[in-house]
């Protein structure tokens, strides 16, 4: 926001509450009040608006309190957010940031634990991204602000109260690679957001037991990276796909699909996919745990692929 | 004189003489008519619409009333004329430059020149002219799938909204986005939506660009402004309550236009909307509500002058209701069954175009010949317009991915390491993404 006047701000709360989950925190008190905009509740007319300023020429970040209100903005983010570039012949860039916290939390209930990634997927004419460190997370928001298409960055509401040391020096990092978190020789387990710590916490019993795991953070939800994602597929010939999305028509089954078509050839074993049950999140405690993916069912399909 | 278009004081529409006429004070075009309706709660309501479903038009267009005026728009020369000569011919030949284009729309398509979804706005010139000529380049224009002639209005060629629509690589859109949606970014024509309502948002959108530029960017001369055309069947819809909010709340520098032509395809305004009266629905929001003859475009233009103005100047949007009447169907496909004969006769008689003539003939602004000049003019440009879309080449395969992402790196990295977007399969369209 320093470097240039055109980002802005808008969303519910992000002005003088400083957002629900402090992101936008003392933003307000240095910008002002109309470049960090407290909306009403109106999700689709403020997207839109946002969509606007950016097809006007600003650059705005629009907050989804909860990731999952952003369902109500399904008519300003696919038609208009996805597909002016295009219909105006290039005429409009839309160069917005839609962004907020979605996942799976502690017993919110399900309609504050939604993935959205899914429904926004096949939008033809975005971007999508998630991230899971402080790194990655400044990088990717750098990134996504900077880039003339439209982005949708996917945050997660347990991954806020992560410290991390970053560089002091700017870093911006690219919107379409993934993240080689650790590699491997004996399989590739590709995750995002949240699972990619369930997957760590199951790589330490991996190694333990004596397997090598590769984890790639795949970052890049649309389009996929398909060249890091390619070059461990030709290394270890076997993928687990780790992710909190629903199963059905879920980033998972997309991957699936994605890396049977181009690396068929490279996969000693069929690819398995874990994905979180096609439920609506429980509240009660226990039933959440079982709806999620945890790091000993990843352990064990990691056993089952090697076998 | 009984004109069709009276002086600034007295303004006339068709009147229902079911409703009570409270008092007839003189006032400015700004207050649209000088009835007021009394439609007193259930009983009578019911009575008074049913009898207005038998009449259809007249029931909606007897309202008026001011809720804050800020200034008294006082009768600007000495002439008492509306409008000026040179005025008087730019709106004249505006209007028959939509209505041509119309037509010819019409033509082509029953051609097979052009295709899908097609919707005309003949009847309704007087509003787009009314508003967009009033417009600098910079002021942006928002409307709906009814857009060729808001296009038109704002500048955009009559060649580059012909070939858009034959679906040819020379439309303001490539080809790429038809009859629905017209962009330009040279005219600030930011759309062409389909589904109503959605453009709305994005009109305020860019009415809070203008006020940023202004108040953040400290762009002091940036005084654009934003209008945003739109139906009565939107007016039901959510987003045009969220976006009357915040355009209020903010100060937006907005107009919002309603062109209530009592139909939304088939249904009819009165059986969807509980209380019909549009422009009230701007106070609420705190705003002021405007309601004018949309069939008369001196009209319009006077209140027009007066929501613009207000807007430049930073004190904040209106709602202006348009009482107009679509001539043809909804669209192209539309038989136009349900819509009663007497009532397309009536307002074809107030035809925005014959009443121009009319009052600038009475006036002697203008003499015959000046007219058929224009007229021919147009028909020449229009003919022309389709030469040119005619003999435009289609799209070619290359085409087919690249506006997709204004960067298109957005295509991401495939399996080979290189983005993408440097394939040539992809620069070609014939790579699957």
């Given amino acids: 926001m320093e470097r240039d006047p055109c980002v802005c701000v808008m969303g519910e709360d992000v002005g003088h509450y400083g957002g629900s989950y402090k992101v936008t925190k003392g933003l307000a008190e240095k910008y002002g009040d109309l470049r960090v905009l407290d909306t009403p509740i109106a999700e689709n007319s403020f997207t839109g608006m946002g969509i606007g300023a950016a097809m006007t020429g600003l650059r705005p970040v ?200 181009n690396f068929h050839d490279h996969l000693d074993a069929p690819i398995m996919c874990l994905s979180s049950q096609d439920v609506p999140t429980p509240y009660a405690g226990t039933l959440e745990n079982w709806t999620v993916v945890q790091p000993a069912q990843i352990v064990t399909a990691v056993e089952q692929l090697c076998q | 004189m009984a004109t069709a278009f009276s002086s600034i004081n007295v303004v006339q529409h068709a009147r229902c003489d079911n409703f009570s006429v409270a008092s007839r004070k003189p006032s400015s075009a700004f207050l649209g008519s000088t009835y007021s309706i009394r439609l007193s709660p259930s009983a009578s309501r019911s009575a008074s619409v049913s009898a207005a479903v038998n009449r259809k038009a007249s029931s909606v267009s007897a309202v008026s009333e001011v809720v804050k005026e800020k200034k008294q728009k006082s009768v600007s020369s000495g002439s008492n004329l509306l409008i000026t000569k040179e005025e008087g011919l730019e709106v004249y030949e505006d209007m028959v430059l939509g209505r041509v284009f119309e037509d010819m729309c019409a033509q082509m398509y029953y051609r097979g020149k052009m295709f899908g979804f097609v919707h005309l706005y003949n009847g309704q010139e007087a509003v787009s002219t009314g ?158 509500g405007v309601h004018v003859d949309g069939m008369d475009v001196l009209k319009v233009r006077e209140v027009a002058k007066e929501a613009i103005g207000r807007a430049r100047r930073g004190e904040g949007p209106t709602l202006v209701e348009c009482e107009t009447y679509r001539f043809r169907g909804h669209s192209l496909a539309d038989p136009d069954e349900l819509r009663d004969p007497d009532e397309k006769a009536r307002y074809a008689a107030r035809d925005p175009i014959a009443a121009l003539k009319k009052y600038m003939f009475e006036n002697n602004l203008v003499k015959e010949a000046e007219l058929k000049a224009i007229d021919k003019k147009i028909d ?26 204004a960067d298109p790196k957005g295509f991401g990295i495939g399996p080979d390491g290189r983005y993408r977007c440097e394939d040539p399969k992809f620069t070609e369209g014939t790579a699957h993404v």
């Avoid at chain 2, 005619?390 to 085409?399: H, I, K, M, T, W």
């Fill in chain 2, 380 to 405: 020449e440009l229009v003919e022309d317009a389709v030469e040119f879309a005619d003999e435009s080449p289609q799209p070619s395969r290359s085409q087919l991915l690249e506006n997709v992402f």
């Fill in chain 2, 131 to 288: 508003f967009i000529k009033l417009l600098k380049k910079e002021d942006c224009v928002v409307s709906t799938y009814r857009d060729h002639v808001h296009a038109l209005s704002k500048g955009v060629p009559a060649r580059e909204v012909m070939s858009e629509l034959f679906g040819k690589t020379t439309g303001c859109c490539r080809g790429q986005g038809g009859s629905m949606h017209m962009f330009s970014k040279e005219h600030n024509l930011i759309g062409g939506f389909a589904f109503i309502g959605e453009g709305i948002p994005i009109a305020t959108g860019a009415a809070f660009t203008s006020k940023y530029r202004r108040e953040v960017l400290k762009e002091a001369d940036c005084d654009h402004v934003t209008v945003a055309f739109f139906g009565d069947g939107t007016c039901n819809n959510g987003q045009f309550y969220e976006c009357l909010n915040m355009a209020a709340l903010w100060k937006l520098p907005i107009v919002f236009v309603v062109e209530n032509n009592l139909w939304a395809i088939g249904m009819s305004h009165l059986r969807s909307t509980s209380d019909p009266e549009i422009w009230k629905k701007g106070p609420a929001f705190g705003m002021p």
């Fill in chain 1, 62 to 261: 629009v907050e989804g309190m909860n990731m999952g209100f952003l369902l109500l903005a399904f008519n300003q983010i696919s038609n208009n957010c996805g597909m002016l570039h295009y219909t105006s012949g290039g005429q409009f860039k839309i160069p917005i940031v839609i962004r907020g916290p979605g996942g799976v939390g502690r017993q919110l209930g399900a309609e504050h634990s939604q993935r959205l990634e899914s429904y926004f997927q096949s939008i033809p004419g975005i971007q999508m991204v998630a991230c899971s460190t402080p790194y990655n997370a400044k990088g990717l928001m750098k990134a996504a602000i900077r880039s003339k298409n439209p982005v949708i960055l996917f945050e997660h509401v347990l991954l806020y109260n992560l410290k991390e040391r970053i560089p002091d020096e700017e870093y911006v990092l690219s919107l379409e690679e993934a993240e080689m978190v650790r590699p491997g020789e004996h399989v590739t387990i590709l995750t995002y957001s949240r699972m990619r710590y369930h997957v760590m916490q199951a790589a330490k019993t991996l190694v333990n037991k004596g397997y090598d795991p590769e984890v790639i953070d795949i970052r890049s939800l649309k389009p996929f990276d398909l060249y890091t994602i390619g070059s461990s597929v030709k290394k270890t010939h076997r993928v687990l796909i780790v992710e909190e999305c629903m199963r059905t028509g879920g980033i998972g089954a997309s991957l699936t699909a994605a890396i049977t078509e």
